[in-house]
């Protein structure tokens, strides 16, 4: 009996431990595959030029910071920056103010081919970005919209649009009916019910669903470079492309502090609100 009880607890420690390799390996894989090329852009942008070649070590022997002087100290990417904040916030405030209600009314009301409805919504997501490029230009042409911030802001709203409403509605689902048919029987209409009770308890999906427009906006390249063509309406993955194209690669560590300064930002914002995005997007995958 004892020897039994001995192989069975031998087991079950063996157990364990592969299932804590089996959870350890795959995360530590995928946190080397993340961080690495982030901590090798952080060490070049702090290393000289000529240091990029001489000096292959991930900690750099002597470090400087001429890659960022001379990055801040380009007009084109603070124009840059200025243009990706103003483009993300307004990309961010245009996808909440059209999904909220869009989202709203699938949830709540019921209608003729709701969910067809709801799933076509999805399809633009299915197109690359590439074949949005042509007809978006010649539209914007049409309607002399090429070089402005907020073509700009339209462009990347129709993009992002779908997935804020789908994400929406899956939360919008999650909160009791209970509560609008209370507050309905003391008298406050749709709008009341939406501004005091449903939008209060979906503060993580909205800032969610703000998070990723703004993301979206500032990662966008490919409708950036079809629909903006002088430095004044550029954002900052496009003046990157065109310092990679000037440069030929001789200016690694200027290109790598761009890139950190470009997402540097972004990390501690989303570091300050990742609770919130991440029940935001737990709760709107429930359906």
Do not use: C
Not at 101 to 120: D, E, S
């Amino acid at each position: 009996m004892a020897t039994y009880t001995s192989q069975t607890g031998v087991l079950a420690i063996a157990r364990r431990w592969l299932r804590r390799v089996a959870i350890g390996v795959p995360l530590l894989a995928l946190t080397i595959w993340t961080v690495f090329p982030l901590l090798m852009t952080l060490s070049i942008s702090f290393k000289s030029k000529a240091g990029v070649s001489t000096d292959p070590g991930l900690i750099p022997s002597n470090p400087t910071l001429d890659g960022y002087r001379s990055i801040i100290g380009q007009q084109g990417f603070q124009g840059a920056f200025f243009n990706s904040v103003v483009v993300g916030l307004g990309t961010a405030a245009l996808t909440l103010l059209l999904a909220v209600p869009a989202a709203y009314a699938f949830a709540r009301f019921r209608f003729r081919g709701r969910h067809l409805l709801l799933l076509f919504t999805l399809l633009p997501r299915l197109i690359p970005g590439l074949g949005l490029m042509v007809p978006l230009y010649r539209l914007a042409v049409a309607v002399g919209g090429i070089d402005k911030i907020s073509t700009l802001i339209l462009a990347f709203t129709a993009t992002v649009l779908p997935l804020a409403v789908w994400l929406l509605v899956g939360f919008f689902q999650q909160v009791p009916r209970e509560l609008e048919e209370a507050a309905n029987v003391d008298g406050t209409n749709m709008f009341q019910r939406v501004r005091y009770i449903v939008l209060p308890l979906a503060v993580p999906a909205l800032i969610t669903i703000g998070v990723l427009a703004f993301r979206e906006a500032w990662n966008e390249f490919n409708l950036v470079l079809g629909l903006t063509s002088t430095p004044g309406s550029r954002t900052l993955p496009y003046e990157l492309f065109l310092m990679t194209q000037t440069t030929g690669f001789q200016d690694n560590p200027g290109q790598a502090a761009f890139a950190v300064l470009s997402i540097i930002p972004f990390i501690f914002v989303y570091l300050r609100i990742e609770k919130y995005v991440v029940g935001g997007i737990t709760s709107g995958a429930v359906k």
